[in-house]
T-cell receptor
Framework: GENVEQHPSTLSVQEGDSAVIKCTYSDSASNYFPWYKQELGKRPQLIID?????GEKKDQRIAVTLNKTAKHFSLHITETQPEDSAVYFCAASTRQAGTALIFGKGTTLSVSS | GAVVSQHPSRVICKSGTSVKIECRSL??????MFWYRQFPKQSLMLMATSNEGSKATYEQGVEKDKFLINHASLTLSTLTVTSAHPEDSSFYIC????????????FGQGTRLTVV
């Protein structure tokens, strides 16, 4: 089955700096890669996703890149703000009906002002 | 976006008792729902896939007799933790897939289970 590795586990940056979180996946059939932000005790919130027919996607300060050949994808947050502090999870699935998202272990991002 | 509602949000139960958690898709039909468990400071671990009208598919290491899943309708899946023990204390969260032009997973609010 799918295995998703995520690094780093913790990331501390200064406000205004950029943050990059990287994930690798094992199943070459995976074609959908969402990123979630989770605050303590809350449900994960989708912040951006990318499908395998696209190499990069951007939404304001957030961007995701995908390298299918290398089977890795990354989340880039620019101009970080204290409210970006949370746990971020990457995930992968084949996006077929009945296929679950498999999550990475998460990255705790701390943005200090 | 679509709404998935999960209840209860918090429950405390005595060791040995059973607890039922409900997951409802409020504005769409979900033939498949997923149940995850999340221990403190850890990731969401897939427990089982709940299929409407058929038996759930459990991940390796998850006891099907302990975690009973019922998906009786296209909008409701339930997870019953039977004979709960303190080690079952965790954050349980469901997810439903909305099929359409853009397929996306939607999560319930999660249930914080504490077994005392």
């Amino acid at each position: 089955g799918e295995n998703v590795e995520q690094h780093p586990s913790t990331l501390s940056v200064q406000e205004g700096d950029s943050a990059v979180i990287k994930c690798t996946y094992s199943d070459s059939a995976s074609n959908y890669f969402p990123w979630y932000k989770q605050e303590l005790g809350k449900r994960p919130q989708l912040i951006i996703d990318i499908r395998s027919n696209v190499g990069e996607k951007k939404d304001q300060r957030i961007a995701v890149t995908l390298n299918k050949t290398a089977k890795h994808f990354s989340l880039h947050i620019t101009e970080t703000q204290p409210e970006d502090s949370a746990v971020y999870f990457c995930a992968a699935s084949t996006r077929q009906a009945g296929t679950a998202l498999i999550f990475g272990k998460g990255t705790t991002l701390s943005v200090s002002s | 976006g679509a709404v998935v509602s999960q209840h209860p949000s918090r429950v405390i139960c005595k060791s040995g008792t059973s607890v039922k958690i409900e997951c409802r898709s409020l504005d769409f039909q979900a033939t498949t729902m997923f149940w995850y468990r999340q221990f403190p400071k850890q990731s969401l671990m897939l427990m089982a896939t709940s299929n409407e009208g058929s038996k759930a598919t459990y991940e390796q290491g998850v006891e099907k007799d302990k975690f009973l899943i019922n998906h009786a309708s296209l909008t409701l899946s339930t997870l019953t933790v039977t004979s709960a023990h303190p080690e079952d204390s965790s954050f349980y969260i469901c997810s439903a897939i909305k099929q359409g032009k853009v397929t996306e997973a939607f999560f319930g609010q999660g249930t914080r289970l504490t077994v005392v």
